[in-house]
């Protein structure tokens, strides 16, 4: 099968920068976030190769826990529906390989214990993002353990906490090893 013949659903994807590297190979890659698409109301294809989900974790993930007295039934309600509709996609396609992303937090009381955890200066980048991955997929290959690279710009790396749209974009060094381990 040629790559432009593989599907890879990018589901909550914002930015697409986890599906880039299958993108730029050739894939037949399908941006599925707001606001053109709703994951919530898509309709998968029923060939699908792989998926990659960064389901949303503004009310779920450990960092919103300042957030905890505010939040609402309806809100974490929602967000375990995102990742409640990925499953379900999941089991109505059965891709080859598929992985939910999220950080630390609730996610985990849905999907259990991650398969595999990392750090974006594990794979060269100057900051810290604890980074959970759940599903069928081959593990990607860390460039670095050495915590010289986690701490090799301390300022920018708690300027980069406030900026949150930056940190939430998938690193490319990460997405670049994961499409290496799952092509």
């Known amino acids: 099968m040629n790559n432009h013949e ?32 709703d994951v919530m109301e898509y309709i998968p294809p029923q060939y699908v190769y792989g998926i990659l989900a960064a389901c949303p974790c503004e ?12 939040r609402t039934y309806n809100l974490v309600m929602k967000h375990c529906a ?3 509709r990925t499953l379900i996609i999941i089991l109505e396609t059965s891709p ?7 950080p630390p937090g609730d996610a ?3 999907l259990g214990p991650p398969q595999y955890k990392f750090q ?4 060269g980048e100057k900051y810290t993002k604890q980074t959970y991955l759940w599903g069928k997929f081959n593990p990607p290959m860390k460039k670095f353990t050495d915590a010289v690279n986690k701490k090799s710009n301390i300022i920018e790396n ?26």
């Open 6 to 37: 593989k599907i890879i659903l990018d589901l909550f994807g914002g930015t697409g920068s986890w599906s880039k590297p299958y993108k730029n190979a050739g894939y037949d890659v399908r941006l599925i976030t707001l606001p053109e698409n």
């Open 59 to 70: 009310v779920i993930s450990n960092c919103a826990a300042h957030l905890r007295t505010q």
């Open 82 to 84: 995102y990742i409640t």
């Open 96 to 102: 080859t390989f598929w992985c939910i992303e999220n």
């Open 108 to 110: 985990k009381k849905l």
């Open 120 to 123: 974006p200066y594990e794979f």
């Open 158 to 183: 708690m300027l980069a906490r406030h900026r949150n749209v930056k940190r939430a974009i998938t690193p490319a060094s990460f997405a670049d090893a994961f499409f290496e381990a799952n092509k």
